[in-house]
């Protein structure tokens, strides 16, 4: 059964660093890994997919990477902001099961 | 494109009442899911669909739950009987099968927040 773990539970910054969030999953035989944004209250948003074959994948201010090999992945924030400040999940979909499992999130502050 | 669209927001009940949320899933995606999430935990799976055929449920998902996708266009998620458990935020997701490259990408609806008192 496939496991999805992130660290830190919840990290604080102040504006203009940059950060890495980890992920980590127990079942290597995955078909992709998608990075999500949760804002309070509200659905989630898609920031970045890796497909299995691929190490990383950038849009903007982000980049992600990703091991099957040793079950993990990160997310690299790059000057940080305010607005980035939320919930940041991963999901893994394996390559036998229909559905994406998730990590609990970590929680992002972001200090002006 | 209008994105996932799911409906009520909120919804508040008493316990023991039953109660149905729909999900609106983006028009060419064949692919539909329900998540439910707690407080501080990531969304869990409940269900899955590819076209009108409900292929997998979650042990989670107790006899009280309920979901149907007809002609496999929009969703419902009902529950029977609800339990103060119950209260989550209920989440639906829809995806399409990319062939090339070969990829599946879920997109989210803002969700519908149960509170049981």
């Known amino acids: 059964k496939q496991e999805v773990t992130q660290i830190p539970a919840a990290l604080s910054v102040p504006e203009g660093e940059n950060l890495v969030l980890n992920c980590s999953f127990t079942?290597?035989?995955?078909?992709?890994l998608q990075w999500f944004r949760q804002d309070p209250g509200k659905g989630l948003t898609s920031l970045l997919l890796?497909?299995?074959?691929?190490r990383e994948q950038t849009s903007g201010r982000l980049n992600a990477s990703l091991d099957k090999s040793s079950g993990r992945s990160t997310l690299y924030i790059a000057a940080s902001q305010p607005g980035d400040s939320a919930t940041y999940l991963c999901?893994?979909?394996?390559?036998?099961?229909?559905?994406?499992?998730f990590g609990p999130g970590t929680r992002l502050s972001v200090l002006p | 494109d209008t994105g996932v669209s799911q409906d009520p927001r909120h919804k508040i009940t008493k316990r023991g009442q039953n109660v149905t949320f729909r999900c609106d899933p983006i028009s060419e995606h064949n692919r539909l899911y329900w998540y439910r999430q707690t407080l501080g935990q990531g969304p869990e799976f409940l269900t899955y669909?590819?076209?009108?055929?409900?292929?997998?449920k979650s042990r989670l998902l107790s006899d009280r739950f309920s979901a149907e996708r007809p002609k496999g266009s929009f969703s419902t998620l009902e529950i029977q009987r609800t339990e103060q458990g119950d209260s989550a935020m209920y989440l639906c997701a829809s995806s399409t099968r990319d062939r090339v490259p070969v990829s599946e990408k879920l997109f989210f609806g803002s969700g519908t927040q149960l509170s049981v008192l």
């Open positions: 999901a893994v979909k394996g390559n036998y099961g229909q559905n994406f499992v």
């Open positions: 669909f590819q076209n009108e055929a409900q292929l997998e």
């Open positions: 890796i497909q299995s074959s691929q």
């Open positions: 079942d290597s035989a995955i078909y992709n």
